[in-house]
Nanobody, 117 residues
Framework: QVQLVESGGGLVQPGGSLRLSCVAS????????IGWYRQAPNKQRESVAI??????HYADSVKGRFTISRDDAKNSVYLQMNSLKPEDTAVYYC????????????WGQGTQVTVSS
């Protein structure tokens, strides 16, 4: 069972920056997609930034502000978040999908990001 562990969340003022990290228990090459989702209170979980075989994909609400990257040597995926807004407040989850007989999906435990003055 693949495990994902996120870190890097916290409280930041509007306009500030945070960098989230996600460390996987296995090689990133095992995954056909990996990325970040978020869930705000009373809202559905939504995709933020994904890396798959066709490249990187961003939600319209974060384009130009967030950047997803990977470090294969460290089995890690990062989310650099700049120009943060109060509406970015949410629990951020790392997700990875892989194939073992059938499609498997695994989630991290989540990390809280709060943007507030």
């Amino acid at each position: 069972q693949v495990q994902l562990v996120e870190s890097g969340g916290g409280l930041v003022q509007p306009g500030g920056s945070l960098r989230l990290s996600c460390v996987a228990s296995g090689s990133l090459f095992s995954f056909f997609s990996i990325g970040w989702y978020r869930q705000a209170p009373n809202k559905q979980r939504e995709s933020v930034a994904i890396i798959d075989s066709s490249g990187t994909h961003y939600a319209d609400s974060v384009k130009g502000r967030f950047t997803i990257s990977r470090d294969d040597a460290k089995n890690s995926v990062y989310l650099q978040m700049n120009s943060l807004k109060p509406e970015d407040t949410a629990v951020y989850y790392c997700n990875a999908n892989y194939y073992i007989g059938s499609v498997q999906s695994t989630w991290g435990q989540g990390t809280q990001v709060t943007v507030s003055s």
